[in-house]
């Protein structure tokens, strides 16, 4: 399984973004896709996951509220919509793949490369 995260870019305080995590390869609508941060010198943190069919959805309480994850299996891309973005959202953003949910990155198999977000001040 591949995975192509895109979307990120530079927005103001308070400006919306959405990502996206293609799969790609030997792609199942089985996996959980997760999404994760990772800020400069800070350890990577979970953001959101996402079930098969989408009826369980997982969220930290940072961006509770405010970010929200869905997914188009016609497509098989995950998206993550970011509204009222603040600059401690601030990060590299990846996208990941697990045979089953958790917030534990070590249980995701595969991984995207990453998209940096920077919401500035």
């Known amino acids: 399984v591949q995975l192509q995260a895109s979307g990120g870019g530079l927005v103001q305080d308070g400006d919306s973004l959405r990502l996206s995590c293609a799969a790609s390869?030997?792609?199942?609508?089985?996996?959980?896709v997760g999404w994760f941060r990772q800020a400069p010198g800070k350890e990577r943190e979970f953001v959101a996951a996402?079930?098969?069919?989408?009826?369980?959805?997982d969220y930290a309480d940072t961006v509770k509220g405010r970010f929200t994850v869905s997914r188009d299996n016609s497509k098989n891309t995950v998206y993550l919509q970011m509204n009222s973005l603040k600059p401690e959202d601030t990060a590299v953003y990846y996208c990941?793949?697990?045979?089953?949910?958790?917030?534990?990155?070590?249980?995701?198999?595969?991984w995207g490369q990453g998209t940096l977000v920077t919401v500035s001040s």
């Open positions: 390869g030997r792609t199942s609508s089985n996996y959980v």
């Open positions: 990941a793949s697990a045979p089953s949910a958790t917030r534990e990155s070590w249980r995701y198999d595969y």
């Open positions: 996402i079930v098969r069919y989408g009826f369980f959805k």
